[in-house]
Structure formats: C-alpha cells, structure tokens
C-alpha cells in the first residue's frame, strides 16, 4: 500500500508527496526525521513535516545560499555554516579554492549520519574534506561564544520550529554579526514570502538594526511549494552587491567553479530584483528598523532642555 507523507507547514493547505519507499523514520530527541523515494523528487527528507531538501532539486537552494555570497568576496578563506546537516552548502562551500576553513555547526547529528546513509550523493566528499571541521553544538550558543571570525556566515536552517527555531531571532542574527569579520557577508534562509511574509519583514528589520546593508534574494525551489523563496544578504560593506554579471564571470572562472546547476552570474545580480509585493515588504522591514533605532537614539540622547536643567543643577 502507498504511503502518502504529509507536508504540515501551511496551516490551511497540506501537500502530500507520495512515500513509495521509507528509507528511514525516527524521533531524533530535537525534531522528527523522514526520509524516504519519491518518484518525482528522488530521495526526500522532511523535518517535524517540513520539506527539507530533495536529492532531485537541492542544488538549486544550496548554490544560491553559498554563491551568492561567496562570489561577492574577493578571497574568502573561513566560513561558518549554521545548520546545514545535509552537507550541500558545505559541498558548495569547498569550491572555492580560496576558502581554507569551513565549520558546520549542527545541533542534530542523526540528520548528518541519515544523510550519509541514504542521500550521500547530497554532501559528496564534503565531510570527508580536510579543511571541514563540523561541531555538534546549537548554532546561538556558538556563535555568542566562539573566538573565531568568519568572511562569511551562511544561516541554513528549517523553518521557525522545534530546535531552529531559535535561528531566526534578533539575538541568534546579532551573534551571528558577532563572528563576522569586518566587512564579512552572513545570509539567511528566509522561506515563502507570499505566504509567511512577516516571516521575511521580521529578519529584514532584525538584521537592517544590525547591519548597514540588508537585500533580501530569490531562488525558486520547486519542492519548497508555495511561490518563489527568499534568502536574506546582511554586510557592513555596501559596495559588495555593486558587482555586475561581468565581474562575477571573471571570479567564476578564476576560481575554475563549473558545472553548475543553478547559480550563474546572470542568474545573481537578477536574484536581487523582488516582485512589487515583496519590495514594499522589504522597503517597511528598513524603515522600521530605521525609526526603531532614530527613537532609540533619542532616548539615549538627552534633549537640549535636559541637559540646560543638568548644567543648571551642577551650577548650584
């Protein structure tokens, strides 16, 4: 008999992706896994009935969230993957040949072991990988605590539920900020604007209160029903999306990164340009951001009146 597994996002609408084989279901003690064939998408795995990755589309979502950063630097060398336990950032990661260091810190390790076992084609060598160094931790704990500095921080984590939930706050995002080096670029996952759009106006506010430039950016995944999906850029340096398809072009082929799927330089610059919907989103997320810290900075600041009444008071 087929199986029908439920994807249990979207509170009025479910999605159902036919189960004919389940290659491996279990309670993981941080959130439910299952992964199973499709014969549509290959190999699936869902998380706490979230849609994760399929072996047939994934490429699409890992090159966005690892190129499009990646290339916008001029040498990253040390870069910090959040999440992640199915390696395909980190196998894009590793293209380039200026990158030295790479650390995956992932809370589940049951997600990194099922992966190996039965979508190893999604990571390749990637944990094999001299320069990987992978730590079992939770992602907001490292990065408030580590003494390293990263060019680049990549959030690749589910959606705002059970352990990743966490991953999507003002203090996880400003940890983040913390293990940047000056001028590093972090990106996050920001999901389906069209139907969870507070979803991308509250990191867009979160991180514009936190970094000088924030430009939020699109895939489209096609297993990740719902419309197109919406990555998150933050960086101190605003003259990093300044690059055109013509310099991106001359870096991809210095660095010898071919055979790509999805990411292209073309496909790059036009990744920034939103839909009228999501640019309004986007455009109130800054301006809140915005007032939130003129209003701040008032508060902090004693008016004019204030500080007559303090001189005034010393005089006496």
């Known amino acids: 008999m087929t199986r029908w597994i439920e994807e249990t996002l979207h509170p009025h609408w ?15 003690g941080h959130q439910h896994l299952v992964i199973f064939a499709n014969p549509t998408w290959g190999t699936v795995l869902m998380l706490d009935g979230v849609c994760q990755l399929t072996t047939n589309d ?10 499009v950063p990646l290339m916008a630097l001029e040498k990253p060398k040390r870069v910090l993957v959040i999440g992640g336990g199915d390696g395909g950032v980190l196998r894009e990661v590793l293209k380039h040949p200026s990158v030295t260091k790479a650390v995956l810190c ?6 990194i ?20 160094e992978v730590v079992i931790a939770d992602g907001q704990k490292y990065v408030a605590e ?18 990743s939930a966490a991953l999507h706050a003002r203090e996880f995002l400003a940890g ?4 940047l080096k000056p001028g590093g ?19 867009t506010a979160a991180l514009a209160s936190l970094f000088k430039r924030v430009s939020p950016y699109l895939c489209v995944q096609p297993s990740y029903f719902g419309g197109p999906f919406a990555l998150n850029w933050a960086s101190d340096d605003k003259h990093l999306l300044k690059l055109d398809a013509k310099d991106l072009e001359k870096r991809r082929r210095k660095r010898g990164i071919d055979e790509l799927k999805c990411w292209t330089p073309e496909v790059h610059v036009a990744a920034f340009a939103l839909p009228a919907y999501m640019q309004s989103l986007v455009d109130g997320a800054i301006a809140h951001a915005e007032c939130d810290d003129e209003q701040s900075a008032k508060v902090e600041a004693p008016s004019d009146e204030a500080k007559t009444r303090t001189k005034t008071k010393q005089r006496e």
């Open 58 to 67: 994934e490429f699409v979502y890992h090159e966005m969230m690892a190129h």
């Open 14 to 28: 479910r999605v159902g992706l036919e189960a004919s084989r389940v290659l491996h279901e279990a309670g993981t």
């Open 106 to 111: 992932e809370i589940d390790r049951t997600v």
């Open 113 to 132: 072991d099922a992966v190996l076992a039965h979508m190893p084609e999604v990571p390749g060598k990637a944990f094999e990988d001299q320069r990987t």
């Open 185 to 203: 670029v972090l990106v996050t996952q920001n999901g389906l604007p069209f139907l969870f759009p507070e979803r991308l106006h509250g990191t």
């Open 176 to 179: 983040c900020k913390r293990a």
């Open 146 to 163: 580590t003494d390293e500095r990263f060019d680049a921080v990549m959030v690749d984590s589910s959606e705002p539920i059970g352990p």
